[in-house]
Nanobody, 115 residues
């Protein structure tokens, strides 16, 4: 089982990034996929979630209207499009795949928003 994030980096305030999460070793379409983020010394927080059936989405209030989560079951990949980035979006972003008791995490990708 592998969950691998990519697409992080340094971006100026107001800029955009698209994170990708490539999954393998399990039946991707069965899983609810989520993006979390964590700042050092703070708890990991849920940023966005997309369901396995119907592709319904939900977002943290802090990112609503700026971030969009999507999934491509044919490519076993989930994305997080991040627009209008703010310095407070700086964190390590983690991808999570969950189905019943099955729970898989990636290693994280750093996003830094700074001028």
């Amino acid at each position: 089982v592998q969950v691998v994030e990519s697409g992080g980096g340094l971006v100026q305030p107001g800029g955009s990034l698209r994170l990708s999460c490539a999954a393998s070793g399990f039946t991707f379409s069965r899983y609810v996929m989520s993006w979390y983020r964590q700042v050092s010394g703070k708890e990991r927080e849920l940023v966005a979630i997309i369901t396995n059936v119907g592709g319904m989405t939900n977002y943290a209030d802090s990112v609503k209207g700026r971030f969009t989560i999507s999934r491509d079951n044919a490519k076993n990949t989930v994305y997080l499009q991040m627009n209008s980035l703010k310095p407070e979006d700086t964190a390590v972003y983690y991808c999570n795949a969950r189905w019943g008791v099955h729970d898989h995490w990636g290693q994280g990708t750093q996003v830094t928003v700074s001028s």
